[in-house]
């Protein structure tokens, strides 16, 4: 089955102890991308990975790291977790990135930061 | 920059009912793609309908329909027949068709609940 597997699905932590929520796509996707959901904020791109080795900043980066070493993974770093990076993550991945390819979604990730 | 506005917080309808969404969004862009997407209690993004901003015939899918006015930035969702398993948040959403980083522009979401 086509799927974006992310784990952990929920997950509490405390501040400044470094994380990682794992993504994995099995459909050879070369887009891959990372977003946070708030309330009343919708859903805001972190990073973003047009193919292995070749990441990049969407608009809310602080604080979060990436890597993109095999085409499958594409792991969310966060070194040093603060509350206010407490949300609602989702990964994302399609085909080649092309703006009207159905984006298809992990089942999120709710972080609690303490 | 691009921003999408989603005015409805909340809103709710009787079962078998019509129910209509509204989305806006600014942009100076021509070439540019709008989304709605569903987000069940289950928290799953699921893509329910598709708009190409050159194509002037709306987007249909079942019982979902848009209405896409292109010059007053309007895109609006149509649900028809309204049944408990639409109850959701939806979200409407926009990508460029020139911007090289082909990201989502997300409004806020409105939630909508279904009377049984």
């Known amino acids: 089955e086509a799927q974006v597997t992310q784990n952990p699905r929920y997950l509490i932590t405390v501040t400044g102890k470094k994380l990682t929520v794992t993504c994995s796509q099995n459909m050879n996707h070369e887009y891959m991308s990372w977003y946070r959901q708030d309330p009343g904020l919708g859903l805001r791109q972190i990073y973003y990975s047009m193919n292995v080795e070749v990441t990049d900043k969407g608009d809310v980066p602080e604080g979060y790291k990436v890597s993109r070493k095999e085409k499958r993974n594409f792991p969310l770093i966060l070194e040093s977790p603060s509350p206010n990076q407490t949300s609602l993550y989702f990964c994302?991945?399609?085909?080649?990135?092309?703006?009207?390819?159905?984006?298809?979604f992990g089942s999120g990730t709710q972080l609690s930061v303490l | 920059a691009q921003t999408v506005t989603q005015s409805q917080p909340e809103m709710s309808v009787q079962e078998a009912e019509t129910v209509t969404l509204s989305c806006t969004y600014d942009?100076?862009?021509?070439?540019?793609?709008l989304f709605w997407y569903k987000q069940p209690p289950s928290r799953q993004m699921i893509l329910v309908i598709r708009q190409e901003a050159y194509k002037q015939q709306n987007a249909t899918e079942n019982r979902f329909s848009v209405n896409f006015q292109k010059a007053a930035k309007s895109f609006s969702l149509k649900i028809s027949d309204s049944q408990l398993g639409d109850a959701a948040m939806y979200f409407c959403?926009?990508?460029?068709?020139?911007?090289?980083?082909?990201?989502?522009?997300w409004g806020a979401g409105t939630k909508l609940i279904i009377k049984p």
């Open positions: 959403a926009y990508r460029s068709g020139m911007d090289s980083n082909y990201q989502l522009i």
């Open positions: 994302a991945s399609s085909l080649s990135g092309g703006p009207r390819e159905k984006l298809f």
């Open positions: 942009t100076s862009e021509s070439d540019y793609y």
